[in-house]
């Protein structure tokens, strides 16, 4: 198991300080406390261990401290900001282990990007150094980018020309979706190992400004000043801590208090319980039961399983989500949320929720929603089937079942396509999904399938074969096709900077990877940094 | 490449032909006013109206390049000049080994090469920079027409990788060669790129500890350059080399003489601290100084880019294409690092093509260990004891494997606390600084030497001592 929780206390690698209405994140990697032994992470470079930080201090400034309005990130290190991803980490590393490497920290900067977005703190990229690849991908995940101008210091995207790979963190869609460089200006840097200096990376809108080093404290300051004022805090706190959320083994998986994952083989169950205690009926309620409210704790936990799930269970392919408890509680909780969302707690987790369901959508293994007998699929529970590729319903008058659709279906817990799920699930028919999101039915097994919102509806004398012939199919087939293909069908409709960001990752970087070109025993990837250089097969699709 | 006629009648004196392609020289005399106008700011500009006995390159061929007369500094006839080219010249290291050498930059080079470029040419201007206000204290007429000729020199070095910039790199080139008139040594918004660059050199000692060290990097550099796979690269490179040489000679020389001066009072029992000369400890602290800075400017011992300019044919081995090297692609070996792990340190393999700035170090360091030697002969010739030493490359370095680590001059690993009770044996302290400023009085009679200095065996091409280097005006 991987620990994904930290501690600004624990940090090896970063260094949060908060001034007032302004935090500072700096990175100071620790090269010799890497995530697994045999790389060093030499100049700033970073691989998970300083990623899992990024995220663990991205949740704490939403959560803990609302009292901040700018977030400004800079390194500690002398004429360096940060090298990117660590390269010996990554061709040293399994395709898996890549892939969601890559995922991971492109969801951390959409979680950088949602902050700025949802919370309404500004964020800052102070770059002191050189941002090379990652490093600048970090960089461009914020609202503003300065740059020191000491003649050296230059943003760049090296991996085309330097490893044979594509900026794996949103990189190339970030500079033309969301920075809107102009391709062919995109297409210079993005080839010129070296990247581009101050007055140039401003005149091609790669950085917002460049300041030489004597003045770039002060403007900076007087930067970070002025935003404080531009977008002023969401209140002045105190704010709640989060606690530790860690899984306990179990003899065939890991649970912990509202989640639970058994494994059987390339199966594993996901079980999400409903709450059992009394919930917070007000802002005032959560801000006093903190972390441990049923909003905050069971999607924390989901968020780690998930991760747990990713990492270090590669050969799972197959992920099957139940529920437990009472549809009522669930829906309770997601009614008080609904009514509060203008606070600015009950947004932050309503923003967390919605960020696991975006994880879950993202997972690249096949998802069933499995509603049996004395299931809870109700509200947000029930978005997470939508999140699914298939739903099966036991149709079973002896043992009823039934989903509801809560109030934040209608678009507060949106899709990286921005749709929310009922939408996309409904592309044909958007009024049906808008129907069903104002009038949020709870619809038995019958009924449900009527609105479309089944699969497959299975009695109880064929439910537990219908089962396990779709396991047994699912099974069978390619891991690799049904990753592309459920990526495929899942984000129909729009797109956005978020959705192409995922999409590219998984189709061009995913194949990117597996090329001999890259990590072949020529390929750049693997040649980089070798005595040996890369030889190609010129041979273009 | 065209043939190599030596022309002297243009404002840009050269042996490239720049008569022939217009375009370019419009683009260097529109590069000169910037240049003359950078050395009038930034040279040692208080002596522009003086005259100095100056060695002028007039051609590339033996005993072109040494032409002497008495000129005002701006009026130095900078200008252009390569080696003569080779016949049929081919790659000799590297994965293109064999292949024809380049007349043109192949364009997957080009930013690698423009880079290697810009950080030697950048080095060149900063070092006039860091000297600028020298002159005024020279010890003799001697040695401040040596530090002119070292100055005049290095704008010429600068002049030729500006030619390199504006023939072969486009507007990118030509931005990079204003750039380098635009950084500023030791200026913290515009500093020089190499971090011994940004280094004051406020005395003599410092001048003749940089000239032996410092410059003696730029040779070593220079070399790797004059290999390369990129003819106009070696052939302008090759030519710095003759001049560089002086430089290094001027340093040599000059820390050779305080050592003299030093042996000599105290063999006659004086306390050099009493009559303005310089005691060894100090000498040996400003050289433990200069020389790890310099051996930082190596770079990394295990260098991926190292790697690939050696790969692509850019940079080669020091004299490699004396064929001193078995395997001129450097495949399947290994160079043997020693690095710092745990509390104490380790061997390490490294493939020996990401070694190459290793294996260029320990050829400066074989270099520099003679000229120390040379120093410590003279003081068992004058029955002293004493003995310069040079540090380990592992002592003092800001760059590489060993920066961040503690160790003494010797290469042994220390702790920190150590190295803090030691600092001020082992690196100039502000009260040496301040010593050596006292010493530093200008000596501009003919023939007179400051105390602290012995004067050479012989004069700048064979004049006598008392020749008149410098004619004030």
Redesign the interface.
């Known amino acids: 198991m991987i620990d994904f929780h930290t501690h600004p206390d624990r940090y090896r690698h970063w260094n949060l300080s908060i001034d007032g209405a302004v935090a500072t994140l700096t990175l100071a990697i620790d090269q010799d406390q890497p995530f697994a032994p045999g790389y060093e992470l030499k100049l700033n470079s970073y691989d998970l261990s300083v990623d899992i930080e990024l995220q663990d201090a991205i949740r704490r400034l939403r959560f803990e401290h609302p009292e901040v309005a700018v977030l400004t990130a800079t390194s500690g290190i002398e004429r360096i900001f940060s090298a990117g991803a660590n390269i010996p980490m990554l061709a040293s590393s399994t395709h898996p282990f890549k892939v969601n490497f890559c995922k991971f920290t492109n969801e951390t900067r959409l979680q950088l990007e949602d902050a700025a977005r949802t919370t309404g703190i500004t964020t800052i990229a102070a770059l002191n150094g050189l941002a090379a690849g990652g490093g600048y991908e970090l960089a461009i995940s914020c609202d503003e980018i300065y740059l020191v101008?000491?003649?050296?210091s230059a943003v760049s995207l090296p991996e085309v020309?330097l490893l044979g790979v594509l900026p794996g963190t949103g990189g190339l869609t970030r500079l033309v979706d969301k920075r809107k460089i102009r391709r062919d200006l995109a297409d210079c840097f993005a080839t010129?190992?070296?990247g581009v200096r101050g007055k140039k990376a401003k005149a091609w809108g790669l950085i917002d400004d460049y300041w030489?080093?004597?003045?770039f404290a002060d403007n900076l300051s007087e930067r970070t000043t002025a935003a404080t004022i531009e977008s002023p805090p969401r209140s002045d706190g105190p704010g709640i801590e989060l606690g530790e959320v860690l899984a306990r083994k179990t003899a065939d998986g890991f649970e912990y208090d509202h989640v639970g994952v058994t494994i059987d083989e390339r199966v594993a169950t996901v079980t999400v319980q409903t709450p059992t205690q009394p919930e917070p009926k007000t802002p005032e309620d959560f801000l006093a039961a903190g972390d441990s409210c049923w909003a905050i704790r069971a999607f924390r936990e989901l968020d780690d399983a998930i991760c747990q799930l990713r990492f270090c269970h590669d050969e799972v392919g197959l992920l099957l989500l139940k529920t437990r408890g009472s549809i009522d509680s669930v829906l309770a909780v997601e009614e008080t949320l609904a009514t509060h969302k203008d606070h600015w707690l009950v947004r932050e987790i309503v923003a967390l929720i919605a960020s696991v369901l975006r994880r879950w959508d993202l997972t690249g293994r096949s998802l069933f929603a499995v509603i049996d007998g004395g299931t809870a699929f109700g509200g947000l529970l029930f978005e997470l089937a939508l999140g699914c590729d298939r739903i099966y319903m036991l149709d079973d008058p002896d043992n009823p079942t039934e989903v509801a659709i809560g109030p934040l279906s209608a678009g507060s817990l949106p899709m990286s396509n921005g749709l929310s799920r009922l939408e996309s699930r409904f592309l044909r028919d958007p009024d049906h999904a808008a129907r069903l999101a104002a009038e949020r039915p709870r619809a038995d097994a019958s009924e449900a399938n009527d609105l479309g919102l089944v699969t497959v509806l299975a009695d109880d004398l064929d439910w537990d074969d219908e089962l396990r012939l779709a396991k047994e199919e699912r099974a069978s087939l390619s891991p690799d096709a049904l990753t592309g293909m459920e990526a495929s069908l899942r984000f129909g409709g729009p797109e956005t900077c978020d959705s192409k960001i995922f999409g590219r990752l998984s189709a061009w970087q995913n194949w990117i990877f597996t090329r001999p070109n890259a990590t072949g025993e020529q390929g750049a990837l693997v040649c980089?940094?070798?005595?040996?250089?890369a030889s190609f097969d010129w041979r273009r699709t | 490449m065209p043939h190599m006629e030596v022309d002297l009648d243009t404002r840009i004196p050269n042996n490239v032909n720049l008569k022939g392609d217009k375009r370019l020289l419009r683009a260097l005399e529109h590069w000169q006013p910037q240049f003359i106008e950078w050395w009038k700011e930034m040279g040692p500009s208080d002596f522009n109206a003086d005259s100095v006995y100056l060695r002028t390159a007039v051609g590339v061929g033996k005993g072109g390049w040494a032409h002497f007369d008495h000129v005002k500094m701006p009026d130095y006839r900078w200008g252009i000049f390569l080696a003569e080219p080779t016949d049929d010249r081919k790659i000799h290291f590297g994965d293109h080994v064999g292949d024809q050498a380049w007349d043109q930059v192949p364009g997957e080079m080009r930013n690698r090469l423009r880079r290697l470029i810009v950080t030697q040419g950048d080095t060149e201007p900063a070092s006039v920079e860091q000297q600028r206000l020298l002159g005024h204290t020279a010890p003799s007429l001697y040695d401040m027409r040596s530090l002119f000729q070292v100055n005049a020199e290095e704008g010429r070095h600068l002049w030729a990788m500006v030619y390199l910039l504006h023939v072969f790199f486009g507007s990118d080139g030509r931005d990079e060669a204003e750039e380098l008139l635009a950084r500023r040594s030791g200026n913290a918004d515009k500093p020089r790129i190499l971090e011994a660059f940004n280094q004051p050199v406020e005395t003599w000692l410092d001048f003749f500890c940089f000239t032996t060290f410092t410059d003696r990097d730029g040779k070593y550099q220079l070399a790797s350059l004059a290999e390369s796979g990129f003819s106009p690269l070696a052939y302008s490179t090759q030519f710095m080399l003759t001049e560089e040489a002086y430089h290094m000679q001027t340093g040599e020389n000059g820390i050779g003489r305080i050592v003299h001066r030093t042996g000599e009072l105290m063999r006659e029992g004086t306390d050099p601290r009493k009559v303005g000369a310089i005691p060894f400890d100090i000498i040996q602290r400003y050289i433990n100084f200069w020389a790890s800075m310099s051996m930082d400017l190596f770079g990394g011992e295990d260098s991926t880019n190292a790697a690939e300019a050696f790969a692509m044919g850019l940079k080669g081995r020091y004299r490699e294409s004396d064929g001193i090297y078995k395997d001129p692609k450097a495949l399947g070996q290994n160079y043997k690092l020693s690095v710092p792990k745990n509390g104490g340190m380790t061997e390490q393999d490294v493939p020996l093509r990401r070694a190459m700035n290793s294996l260029l170090l320990d050829a400066y360091v074989a270099d520099s260990t003679r000229i120390v030697n040379r120093w410590n002969r003279d003081l068992e010739r004058l029955d002293m004891d004493v003995r310069i030493s040079l540090p380990d490359k592992k002592f003092h370095r800001g760059q590489g494997v060993y920066a961040g680590y503690w160790f003494n001059p010797a290469g042994e690993r220390i702790t920190e606390e150590e190295w803090n009770a030691h600092r001020d044996d082992w690196l100039p302290t502000e009260a040496d600084s301040a010593y050596v400023k006292t010493c530093m009085i200008s000596v501009r009679e003919p023939g007179k030497f400051a105390n602290w200095i012995s004067p050479p065996h012989q004069g700048t091409n064979e004049q006598p001592n008392d020749f008149d280097y410098v004619r004030f005006h």
């Open positions: 101008d000491d003649g050296n020309p010129r190992a070296e030489p080093k004597s003045k980089y940094g070798r005595p040996e250089t």
